[in-house]
């Protein structure tokens, strides 16, 4: 695992545990020091005190009475000036001093070589009894390194839990945002410090969005109120030569297909209204043929377009402007796929389903949606428009003509 992929309490637990380590062997090395400075202090205090007797007694009495201590502990050998006197060959040729010899056994001589008035005299302590409590000394000084390290990474690791429980709190609050601009009182989750800084920031941008979504929102419905006027008169003068039976065929034609544009527009105008004022409208319990046929009255008296309506569903709950708003503009997209195209609507409970299909009983190739032009139907205003009702349209297959609406289950 690598430490940047690690989580941050991690990352503190494994500083802890450094820190631990660090500490406990710098002890252990402390320790140590201490422990070997103080025995050689000991060690050389009392063969210097051995020295001193050996030489107050020599004083006194003649050398061959002399007796040197020969113990498995201590052994004393003595060479008078004249060269006279058994010394080991390791010790002859030492200069008077302290010294440690290694004896490659696990234990080891701690030798002093006097000066007294021309005669010297050796004395070499064995060590092999301390050998042990050195060994265990060690042992425990590597039980507490590792009991150090343990208990500051298990330390850390409570301190860093208890120290990013606020940025973890604070995290699922930010999570748990909708994506829609909305007031938040994140400040209120933490302490007044550097997180709570930040949640104050992150209140405040929210707050901004909030502000500048609520100026959109001003702005599009004052254009959709200023375009329903001009939009009202173009249709109803429309409406008004379409009933003028001295028109030409063409000019019928062409005035009908300025009518399909002004409704369209209408339309569009509508769910630009419905997106600016941010909420739908109340949900209805309605009979869903009547309200799909109601809804696509309109887009049946189109010619190129025909709309059939297949309800498994009796009734349904939607929200009943809305709903009719994106499903006409989804007809519409649909429509505009061939010369002649029929529609087949289907309802059932939570799902709408739309495919379409050539009216010419000899086409057997499916209407392909395509071109640099098109765009999913997430990105249209009536996309938006669904996505605010909670309703997913699933459009993968709209280059087949084929659309999937899942009908989310409406708050009243």
Not at 125 to 140: F, H, K, Q
Not at 175 to 186: F, G, N, S, W
Not at 368 to 395: N, P, V
């Amino acid at each position: 695992m690598k430490l940047r992929s690690a989580s941050l309490r991690w990352r503190v637990t494994l500083a802890f545990g450094l820190l631990g380590a660090v500490l406990s062997g710098l002890f252990a090395w402390a320790t140590t020091f201490i422990t070997e400075h103080y025995e050689n202090v000991l060690v050389d205090g009392m063969l210097t005190g051995f020295a001193e007797d050996i030489d107050a007694r020599r004083e006194g009495q003649p050398g061959h009475l002399l007796a040197l201590p020969q113990t498995h502990t201590l052994q004393g050998y003595l060479r008078k000036a004249d060269g006279s006197g058994s010394v080991p060959d390791a010790y002859a040729d030492l200069p008077p001093g302290f010294t440690e010899i290694e004896l490659g056994d696990d234990s080891d001589i701690h030798l002093g070589v006097f000066d007294l008035g021309g005669d010297r005299l050796y004395l070499a302590i064995n060590e092999a009894d301390v050998e042990p409590l050195e060994t265990d000394l060690e042992r425990i000084l590597g039980a507490i390194v590792l009991f150090g390290t343990t208990i500051a990474g298990w330390l850390g690791w409570l301190l860093a839990g208890r120290t990013i429980a606020p940025v973890r709190r604070l995290a699922e609050a930010v999570e748990a945002l909708p994506a829609h601009a909305q007031e938040t009182r994140l400040a209120r989750l933490v302490a007044a410090d550097e997180l709570g800084r930040l949640a104050a920031a992150i209140d405040g941008y929210q707050q901004r969005l909030v502000e500048t979504e609520a100026r959109e929102r001003a702005f599009f419905a004052d254009a959709s109120h200023e375009l329903r006027t001009p939009l009202s008169v173009v249709c109803g003068s429309t409406e008004l030569l379409l009933d003028d039976s001295q028109l030409t065929e063409r000019s019928q034609a062409r005035l009908q297909r300025l009518h399909r544009g002004v409704l369209n527009l209408a339309d569009l105008l509508e769910v630009l209204l419905g997106l600016a004022r941010g909420k739908s409208g109340p949900v209805e319990h309605v009979d869903s043929e009547a309200w799909l046929n109601d809804v696509l009255a309109e887009l049946r008296r189109d010619n190129d377009i025909a709309v059939d309506v297949a309800a498994d569903a009796s009734r349904i709950d939607v929200r009943p402007r809305e709903a009719g708003l994106v499903l006409r503009s989804i007809v519409r997209r649909l429509g505009r796929s061939e010369p002649s195209v029929r529609i087949k609507v289907g309802v059932s409970a939570g799902a709408l389903s739309l495919e379409a299909s050539p009216t010419d009983a000899t086409a057997t190739d499916r209407i392909e949606h395509a071109g640099s032009g098109d765009r999913r139907l997430g990105a249209t205003l009536a996309g938006r428009l669904a996505t605010q009702m909670g309703w997913t349209i699933d459009d993968s297959w709209l280059h087949e003509g084929r659309i999937a609406i899942a009908m989310s289950d409406p708050a009243a």
